[in-house]
C-alpha cells in the first residue's frame, strides 16, 4: 500500500512539473524590446519589424489563376496585447498587381465605408492590395466587407485599399487563401473580385473575411511568394513587445498545386529590424522560432533554404 501511495504521489509530481515546463515554455512573455536592447547595448529600429522574410521563388508564373493557399501553424496563443502579424502571404502580384494579407492578433481599421472612426477589435485576419503604381489613390468601391468587418483605403504605406475582419485565432493551424470570384463591369471593363478564406484544421470551419476587386478577367501569377512574421505599430499599441513564438509556413500552393521550387531563402534585415529569430525547414515547410534579441552579424542575414524532394 505504501510503495503503491509513494507512486502515485511520484506520477502526479511528474505531471505537475510537466505540466509547468509545457505550459512555460508555451507562454509568449519575455523581457520588453527595449530591455533586451539595453542589455545587448544595442539601439532599436523604428517600427514596423520584419522579423524574419520568407521567399520562394518557382521555376515559371502560373498563367490562369485561381486561388493561392498558404498552411500556417501557430505554436501558441498570442493575446491581442502585442502587435504581431503573421502573413502567409507576405507579398504577391497578379498581372503585376500586389496584394498581401495574414493573420493579425490587433486588427484595426474603419468600423465602416462611410465611417472613419478607427476601431481595434483585437484578433483578426486582414487582406490588402495597392493600386497598379502605389501612387494612384484606390478607393472603397475595391472592397466588399461583411457584417462587421473593417475596411481602408489609404496611402501611407502606398496607396492600398484592405479588409480586416476579427477572427479569434488561437494557437493551431490555419489555411489562408486567395480566391478568384465573380467578375463585375466597371466602364464598360472586366473587373474581378478575390476572396479571402482562413480555414481552421482544428473544426474545419472556413470562413469568409471579405473580398477585393482587381482589374481584368484573366490573371497570370508572379514566380515566387513571401511569407513574414511582423511586429508592427498601432495607436493602441505603439510599442508592442516581441512575444515568444513557434510559426511554421506550409509550402505555397498556387491553383491547389505545389509548382516547381527554384530557390527559397529567409533574410533579416539587422537594420530595420532587430534580430530575435532562427529559421529552419522541417520536410516541405519554413519554422520561424520567435524568442530571445541577438547582436547580428552584418546588416543583413541571408540564408538558404533546402527542402526535401528537390
Known amino acids: 500500500m505504501g510503495i503503491h501511495f509513494f507512486k502515485l504521489n511520484l506520477l502526479i509530481i511528474l505531471l505537475a512539473q510537466a505540466t509547468s515546463v509545457r505550459t512555460e515554455e508555451l507562454s509568449p512573455k519575455q523581457p520588453s524590446p527595449q530591455e533586451m536592447a539595453k542589455a545587448l547595448g544595442i539601439k532599436l529600429p523604428r517600427s514596423p519589424w520584419h522579423l524574419a522574410d520568407i521567399w520562394w521563388t518557382f521555376d515559371k508564373e502560373t498563367k490562369g489563376f485561381e486561388s493561392l493557399s498558404v498552411d500556417v501553424t501557430i505554436d501558441r496563443d498570442i493575446p491581442d496585447t502585442y502587435n504581431l502579424y503573421i502573413a502567409p502571404v507576405g507579398i504577391a502580384k497578379i498581372n503585376g498587381l500586389q496584394f498581401y494579407g495574414g493573420l493579425q492578433s490587433n486588427v484595426n481599421g474603419w468600423a465602416s465605408k462611410k465611417s472613419r472612426a478607427r476601431v481595434h ?8 492590395r495597392w493600386s497598379h503604381d502605389l501612387k494612384q489613390p484606390i478607393g472603397l468601391t475595391h472592397v ?30 490555419y489555411t489562408y487563401s486567395i480566391v478568384k470570384g465573380d467578375l463585375e463591369s466597371v466602364d464598360g471593363k472586366p473587373h474581378t473580385w478575390f476572396h479571402c478564406m482562413v480555414r481552421s484544421h482544428r473544426d474545419g470551419a472556413n470562413t469568409y473575411m471579405g473580398s477585393l476587386r ?19 505599430s498601432t495607436s493602441r499599441i505603439p510599442r508592442s513587445g516581441i512575444p515568444k513564438v513557434r510559426v511554421t509556413f506550409g509550402y505555397p500552393r498556387i491553383n491547389g498545386m505545389e509548382r516547381t521550387l527554384k530557390a527559397a531563402h529567409v533574410y533579416s534585415n539587422a537594420e530595420k529590424s532587430p534580430q530575435c529569430t532562427s529559421v529552419s525547414v522541417s520536410g516541405r515547410s519554413v519554422v520561424v522560432d520567435v524568442g530571445a534579441m541577438f ?7 541571408r540564408k538558404s533554404l533546402k527542402f526535401q524532394n528537390e
Open 295 to 301: 547582436v547580428p552579424e552584418g546588416r543583413g542575414l
Open 214 to 232: 482587381f482589374e481584368g478577367d484573366q490573371f497570370t501569377f508572379w514566380d515566387r511568394n513571401a511569407a513574414f512574421v511582423e511586429v508592427y
Open 144 to 173: 466588399r466587407t461583411v457584417a462587421g468587418g473593417l475596411c481602408e483605403s489609404a496611402g501611407y504605406e502606398g496607396q492600398f485599399c484592405s479588409i480586416r475582419r476579427p477572427y479569434k485565432w488561437t494557437a493551431g493551424t
Open 121 to 128: 477589435p483585437g484578433k483578426g485576419a486582414i487582406f490588402s
